[in-house]
């Protein structure tokens, strides 16, 4: 193979894999959000809050996060209904 030829596979390769990688990003863009319905916009905003007001710093979810406070994962599940807003409005 010459210098010359090995240039131009070169250069052919990359242009290929670098299209290829465009249309898989592009593809990967447009399903995004049909591919987690389940994130609505007030799973976003909670998720905000819970970066805004560090409450990683003392609490886990899913795993991640402090050890100081009890865990969140699922907790509106876990606990009665209601108890989690009395207790944000009163926490005494
Ligand atoms: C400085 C540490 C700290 C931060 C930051 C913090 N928490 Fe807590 N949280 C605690 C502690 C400690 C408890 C346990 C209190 C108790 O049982 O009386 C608790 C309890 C809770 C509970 C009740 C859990 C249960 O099982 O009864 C909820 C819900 C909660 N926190 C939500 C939050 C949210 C939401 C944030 C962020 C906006 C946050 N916390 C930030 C320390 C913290």
Known sequence: MTTKSARNLFVV??????????????????TLDKRAPEITEKVDAGKKVWHKYDCIGCHTIFGNGSYFAPDLTKATERKPKGYLKKFLWTPV
């Open 13 to 30: 390769g990359s242009l290929i894999c670098f299209a290829a990688l465009i249309v898989l990003t592009i593809d990967t863009m447009s």
